[in-house]
Structures are given as C-alpha cells and as structure tokens.
C-alpha cells in the first residue's frame, strides 16, 4: 500500500517520524512525504534539511507564503495546499492519505483526497482545545475513513461524533515512540551547552499564537517572560509557528535575544529538543508537547492560556487559564515544588508498532468512501 504523509512544520515530523519510518520498513506498505508549509521557508529554521535527513521518499513539495502575519495569510496559504495536492495526486495517487491533528495543511489534504476519491487516516483524532483548531482537527476526523486517537477519552469522543466503531483503533500519542530513548543532558551540561547559571533553574519556553487573540499576542509573551524573570528562572525560548500572531510574538523575542539569562532560539531539532525537555527544571508555554511529552519526563508544565483548554491533561501539568503576571508565578512556583511520576495518559511509546498492525488489517474497499454518520 503506498502511504502519503503531509507534513509542514517542525511539529508535526518530529512527532511522527519513528511511525512512518516504521511502517516503511514493512513488506507491505511504501511511505511518500509530501511537504509543505514552514518547512520551505527559511524563517522557521530550514526544517527541510531535517526531512530529507530522514531518508523517506519525497513524493512533492508544494511551496506556500506564511510569516504569522494574519489570518488572511493562513487562508490563502490553505487554499494553495489545497490545488497542491490536488496536482500531485493527478500524477502519483497515494492508496492512503496519512494525516496528524489539526492544522490547515491537514485539512486541505484531506479534502483534495476526498474529492480524489483517496482514503484518509487521521492521527491524533478526537482531543479538545480551546482554538480554531479544534474546529480544524474535528473537520478533518469528518472527513477521514480511518481513526487512529491517542487515547480512549479521544475515542469516546469520536464515536459520539458519529464515527463507526470499527473505524477507530487507539494507538496512543506518535510523539512517545523512542521518546526516552536518548541521551538526557546533565543538567550541568544543559546550563554549559546554552550558556546558563548553575544556580538558577532552567525554564523551556513555547509559546504559540492563539489565532482569535492574535491582538494580544506581543503582551502575551511579554508578560510571560516578565513572569519568568520575577520568579528567577533562566529560559530556553523557542520561537512561535506561523499562526496570526507569530509576527508579533518574534519582534519581543528579539528584545530579549541573548539578553541576561534568556535564550532564543528560532529551531532545535527533534534529538536536541527532547534532550533540552528531558533536562529542564520546569516547561512553561501553551505547546501540546508540554501536555503530552512532558510527563514521560516527570518535568512539570506549567499550561499558560487558552491554546490547551480541555485537553486531556497528565498530572505534571498547572493549568494557568489567565495570563497574568502573579498567575504565571504562582504556576511556576506550584510546578517547581511537584513530585511528578512519569506516568502518561497518552500510552507508552508503542504507536509504531500498534499503527503497522492497523494498518496492515484495513481494507481500503471502495464503499467506505460514501461515508456516514453512525447514527
């Protein structure tokens, strides 16, 4: 079976990358990337060189301007994916369409491939948030053939969703395979590879656009960071992703570039990013990474904002809904004192191997394409 993955960013590869390569190994199936998104614009790191490091197959590229200008910005880049696909498709057409969570190039794919008449598998399925993109990452489940959600409460929500039972099969989260496997820096040598002081603890940063507070992004940040320095923290910041508001976001940041104890950096790569999240005292910030990964860490995080509201949430996580100065240092201090036990909601690191076996047992029959609802 020759699989089609869409990829844009950082994000999503990383998370995903030991599944396709996975699969890929089988006898039975062939995995083809198609990539799009940050990972073409020099902006967000030259993530490409990462993609084409991963050996997998290159099926097409499909170039799109975004700066995380507005919202406007995102809907043509969306549109563009959209006849991207559409075009490659005509000259090599997957067996399957593989997409993750809920971003617009996720959607775009899954619409040209249903109009294609191409099946669609759908990771990450089922979860809640508090942005557009829940609404994105329902669409895309209405729209796919096959579920493959990290979690129960994730199926559950599917199936009341409509989805047929059968169509559903829980994997766990992508972004855990191999997870723990790598090296974890000391954190001596976290605080020496970065620049840092020995006495103070170490703060991963991310936080990301929410698109209907765009307005707000740049006092966001700000008032994050403000929080950070009254709690006496050093930060690993990483740069937002190209969502209205990104822009904003970018231009604090380089206030504080290389300034004090604060360290910006536009991309780690996934090998490093880990080993940083793994050897950090505390992960502040709205990322999922924060509500998934963290925990196999036992490393606290402290959820700042609305970008996660109603996610399934594992017991390192201070949700703080305001993004208020005092709020963020009360979180910070409650995080700090957690004893956190590793354990994690969203499985155990064997997606990989749970996804082969789905895949090898789905039957891509010509009648599942004229979907319905179950009830």
Wanted: glycine share 8%; net charge negative.
């Amino acid at each position: 079976m020759l699989i089609h993955y869409v990829t844009g960013s950082r994000a999503d590869f990383g998370l995903v990358q030991s599944c396709l390569k996975r699969i890929d190994a089988s006898s039975q199936h062939e995995v083809e990337l198609v990539v799009t998104g940050q990972h073409l614009i020099d902006k967000y790191g030259g993530t490409m060189s990462e993609v084409e490091r991963s050996a997998l197959r290159i099926a097409g590229t499909i170039p799109v301007s975004l700066s995380g200008k507005d919202g406007q910005e995102m809907a043509i880049a969306t549109a563009h994916e959209l006849a991207g696909f559409a075009s490659i498709w005509k000259t090599k057409r997957p067996d399957l369409l593989l997409v993750l969570g809920d971003r617009g190039e996720m959607l775009a794919a899954a619409i040209a491939a249903v109009n294609m008449g191409i099946h669609v598998a759908h990771l990450h399925g089922g979860e809640r948030s508090g942005t557009v993109d829940e609404s994105f990452r329902h669409a895309i489940s209405k729209l796919s053939h096959f579920h493959f959600p990290a979690t129960q409460d994730a199926a559950t929500r599917l199936l009341k969703m409509g989805e047929e039972e059968d169509s559903i099969t829980v994997i766990g989260a992508p972004g855990l395979v191999g997870l723990t496997d790598g090296a974890r820096r000391k954190p001596t040598k976290l605080r020496q590879d970065f620049e840092l002081p020995h006495s103070k603890a170490v703060a991963l940063v991310i936080f990301h656009p929410v698109v209907q507070e765009q307005q707000c992004a740049a006092a966001q940040i700000e008032t994050i960071i403000v929080a950070i320095q009254e709690a006496n923290l050093s930060a690993i910041i990483l740069r937002p992703n190209s969502d209205a508001g990104g822009v904003a976001i970018d231009e604090v940041l380089n206030k504080y570039e290389m300034s004090g104890d604060i360290r910006v950096l536009t991309h780690l790569g996934r090998a490093d990013f880990v080993s940083v999240l793994a050897s950090c005292d505390v992960m502040i910030g709205n990322s999922s990474s924060g509500i998934i990964e963290s925990a196999s860490f036992s490393v606290p995080c402290v959820n700042v904002g609305s970008r996660q509201k109603n996610r399934q949430r594992n017991s390192n996580t201070v949700d703080c809904p305001s993004i208020d100065q005092s709020a963020i240092l009360q979180a910070i201090g409650t995080a700090l004192e957690m004893k956190c036990d590793g354990e994690n909601v969203y499985g155990d690191g064997r997606s990989d191997h749970l996804l082969l076996h789905a895949l090898n047992n789905i039957e891509l029959k010509p009648s599942i394409l004229a979907k319905q609802n179950a009830y």
